[in-house]
């Protein structure tokens, strides 16, 4: 199999097999993050995914699911990304799902008739990573769009039937803005259909352009518990029915579970003990220890 460099893949999805179609990010800019930052973004050789596919044919002849790999593999454009979806179905003719990660600026070079065909090809489920709906903080962290580019794209993935995930970055925004993060976020997510929110804490990395900003005072973080209460403030406003799950460092068993709506008190109600009760230095060590995002 042909990867370069590390293997990001999101663990909730089938983790086997795994097709890298491109390498790196084309953004590659956001504030927070490192994972690509020396990989210039560039097409996996189409002999190469089709050799990986080969061999793909020979050890899981029957795999209904697929993840593509790198960051964000949907920014080719449909006709790019067409042959490589079709050697997919040529080697792997049971295929149902293929999954992969992609940016809000990924969906603005499709129609919702090559959505629709892409679906009929499996790609049936995206990951975006959104992170904020609030067009201070999207600009302030460099994500390269804005709030209303968030809903176009939604909608137009609504219409074609394609399921979407939504990252809501809790911490990003800062001490300077968290409220409206919270909440501008909480009603853009409400004005789409995702079939999952999911959240995670904001972690200052080694030689990411939001920790050297942090260093010289022109970022505030947020506190454990200043997150968690970002984090309740996000949920309360939040009125999409979805599967909800968090990567927080609290303890997140009566956090994450589907049918958000009808548990949205008891999750209100678990991170307002958190804030509360919770061991906000053990949740800071388990932040300190983390590597990447």
């Known amino acids: ?50 050799e990986d596919l080969r061999e793909l044919a020979e050890i899981a002849p029957d795999a209904t699911t697929i993840q593509l790999l790198s960051a964000n593999p949907l920014a080719l454009s449909y006709d790019r990304l067409l042959p490589y979806l079709e050697l997919i179905r040529k080697y792997l003719p049971n295929m149902e799902y293929v999954y992969a990660a992609t940016r809000v600026t ?21 990951s975006m990573g959104v992170e904020s709906g609030d067009d ?19 909608h137009k993935l609504d219409e074609a039937g394609v399921a979407y995930w939504m990252t809501f970055l809790n911490g990003v925004a800062g001490k300077e803005h ?8 909480a009603e853009i997510f409400s004005q789409c259909h995702p079939m999952l929110v999911g959240t995670g804490g904001l972690t ?36 999409c029915d979805c599967t909800f799950i968090t990567h927080h460092t609290v303890a997140g068993q009566n956090l994450t579970g589907s049918n958000f709506l009808q548990r949205k008190d008891k999750i209100i109600a678990a991170l307002d003990h958190e804030i509360r009760h919770g061991d906000m230095d053990r949740m800071a ?9």
């Open 1 to 50: 199999m042909h990867f370069t460099g590390t293997v990001y893949r999101n663990p909730y999805w089938p983790t086997f097999p795994l097709l890298q179609i491109t390498q790196g990010c084309t953004h590659n800019s956001c504030k927070f993050c490192t994972m690509y930052r020396d990989v210039q973004f560039k097409m996996q050789p189409l002999e190469w995914v089709e």
């Open 106 to 126: 990924d969906i603005r070079n499709k129609t919702v008739e090559q959505l629709k065909a892409m679906k009929e090809l499996g790609v049936r489920e995206i």
């Open 136 to 154: 201070w903080t999207l600009e302030r962290i460099n994500k390269g769009y804005h709030a209303e580019d968030i809903i176009e794209q939604c």
């Open 178 to 185: 968290s409220r409206d993060h919270a909440v501008h976020s």
């Open 204 to 239: 200052l990395f080694p030689g990411t352009p939001l920790l050297e900003e942090a260093q010289r005072g022109a970022f505030t973080p947020l506190s454990e518990k200043e997150m968690l209460e970002e984090l309740k403030l996000f949920a309360e406003n939040l009125t």
């Open 285 to 293: 060590a388990i932040r300190r220890n983390k590597r990447t995002l």
